[in-house]
């Protein structure tokens, strides 16, 4: 089992930054592909980034790309996703997930979810 743990979000203002950790415990995750995704209220959870086992290529959803950007610490069991020029639409839960089978832009593809960690952009 793994268990993930989501945190770094809060209130930040629009154009503002925030960096999430999604850190893992239980069986080890350096094997596994990690995502984010994300979702707001009243929508269904989209892809926003994922990051192969190794960190060395990532995928980014079209509407975050040149402004998140997901990396990993193996060492730590760790995955970031630092939010920069944040927008009010980027108003959401943000999860993490581990993935046995490698990167996906699927949730259904995503083995193991953490709780999520609320990220709130005001105008």
């Known amino acids: 089992q793994v268990q993930l743990v989501e945190s770094g979000g809060g209130l930040v203002q629009a154009g503002g930054s925030l960096r999430l950790s999604c850190a893992a415990s239980?069986?080890?995750?350096?094997?596994?592909?990690m995502g984010w995704f994300r979702q707001a209220p009243g929508k269904e959870r989209e892809f926003v980034a994922a990051?192969?086992?190794?960190?060395?290529?990532?995928v980014y959803a079209d509407s975050v790309k040149g402004r998140f950007t997901i990396s990993r610490d193996k060492a730590k069991n760790t995955v970031y996703l630092q939010l920069n020029s944040l927008k009010p639409e980027d108003t959401a839960i943000y999860y993490c997930?581990?993935?046995?089978?490698?990167?996906?832009?699927?949730?259904?593809?995503?083995?193991?979810w953490g709780q999520g960690t609320q990220v709130t952009v005001s105008s």
């Open positions: 990051i192969t086992w190794s960190g060395l290529n990532t």
């Open positions: 239980g069986r080890t995750t350096s094997t596994y592909a």
């Open positions: 997930g581990a993935n046995k089978g490698g990167t996906s832009m699927r949730g259904t593809s995503y083995d193991y």
